[in-house]
């Protein structure tokens, strides 16, 4: 089927060229023209995996009427802080009953929202998924096994999008708890930051999982605010992906994180990277909205204190170490 595919960074790419190799024709949509062309000339994007040829039935437009026009079925593929824009192009264009699956991972900084809220407000018509779990996109690109989760509101609608999906070494679960499916995706990558700080500051392997096992306590606390359902959090979309980001090296937050612990500031990590890592705008919505949230994130506060309070890491540590002892779970 024809699938069109809004922005061509690096999972965009990848999941194109994973569509179109099972089968499907794929129309991807930049805003850089030259880009277009490139891709429609040369069938290889410049800008991610320069060095990989796209099949053939991946094209690309730079006008965004012109990629709508080319399916109902739409990926987007677009970071979150940009999607309010890029909803507002879609809002006068899009069909009534068009389907939306959203591949990013995060919080809006401004409202606090996630995105099925942000798409829900500025483009009601479409009929809107999300896709999580454990899936870089340099695995997905060579076809490396990978497991997912796509939630819906309806589970017919993300039913019909694991069909369309799964294919290959790349594995569909539908469910329909898309809060738990947001929660999890966009706040893993704040404890991937801290798992990259910890790795450049050399604090072992004990610190490493303990980022990872009390950073999940702090997404389930915030999951429950939120209405999550907890079994998603310990699945694909929470656990898998807190796994993955915080361990691999092809993780952008991670890297973000090593950058940042080997001293560099938010921004010299950030252009050092050249891509998004969604965590260091999802901890600024969580901290900033905390009051709207008013759960207890004290990892959480302390990336958001390295990241844009200058704050030494050691010093954090060490407040972390002396807070009065609990209880392990506490909601
Ligand atoms: N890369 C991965 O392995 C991976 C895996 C799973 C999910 N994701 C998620 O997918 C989303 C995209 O990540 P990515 O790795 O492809 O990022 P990227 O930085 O590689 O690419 C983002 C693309 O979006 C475009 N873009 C940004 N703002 C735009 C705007 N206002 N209008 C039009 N285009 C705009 C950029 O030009 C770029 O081409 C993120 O939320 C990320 O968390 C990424
Ligand atoms: O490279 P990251 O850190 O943005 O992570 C990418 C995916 O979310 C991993 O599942």
Not at 37 to 52: A, G, L, M, Q, V
Not at 195 to 218: P, Q, T, V
Not at 299 to 315: H, I, Q
């Amino acid at each position: 089927m024809k699938i069109t595919i809004l922005g061509a960074g690096s999972f965009g790419t990848a999941f194109a060229a994973h569509l179109a190799l099972f089968g499907h024709e794929v129309k991807m949509w930049t805003r850089n023209c030259e880009r277009a062309e490139y891709i429609n000339k040369f069938h290889k994007n410049r800008s991610c995996f320069s060095e990989t040829d796209l099949p053939h039935a991946v094209s690309a437009a730079s006008d965004i009427a012109e990629a709508l026009a080319f399916s109902q079925h739409v990926v987007m593929a677009i970071p979150t802080q940009s999607q309010r824009e890029v909803c507002g192009k879609i809002a006068p264009l899009a069909k009534e009953g068009v389907h939306m699956l959203n591949l990013a991972k995060g919080i809006e900084i401004s409202t606090g929202s996630l995105l099925h809220q942000l798409h829900k407000e500025l483009c009601p018509q479409i009929v809107y998924s999300a896709l999580s779990g454990p899936s870089h996109a340099e695995e997905l690109l060579l076809d490396m096994p990978t497991t997912v989760v796509v939630a819906s509101k309806e589970e017919s609608e993300a039913r019909m999008w694991q069909k369309i999906v799964s294919a290959g070494s790349f594995r569909v679960y539908a469910g329909t708890d898309v809060i738990g499916l947001e929660v999890g995706g966009a706040t893993k990558n704040i404890y991937a930051i801290a798992a990259g700080i910890s790795r450049a500051l050399k604090l072992g392997d004990n610190a490493s999982a303990a980022l990872a096992c009390r950073g999940l306590a702090e997404i389930m606390r915030f999951g429950a605010k939120l209405g999550a359902n907890p079994l998603t959090l310990s699945g694909l979309a929470g656990v898998g992906d807190l796994i993955v980001t915080c361990y691999s090296i092809h993780s952008r937050n991670f890297r973000l994180g090593l950058g940042i612990g080997s001293g560099k500031t938010l921004k010299e990590a950030s252009e050092e990277l050249g891509q998004v890592a969604e965590g260091a705008y999802t901890v600024r919505a969580v901290v900033e909205n905390a009051q709207k949230f008013d759960v207890e994130m004290p990892l959480a506060e302390a990336v958001y204190r390295v990241l844009y309070k200058n704050e030494s890491p050691t010093k954090l540590i060490k407040e972390l170490f002396a807070r009065p002892l609990k209880a392990e779970m506490r909601f």
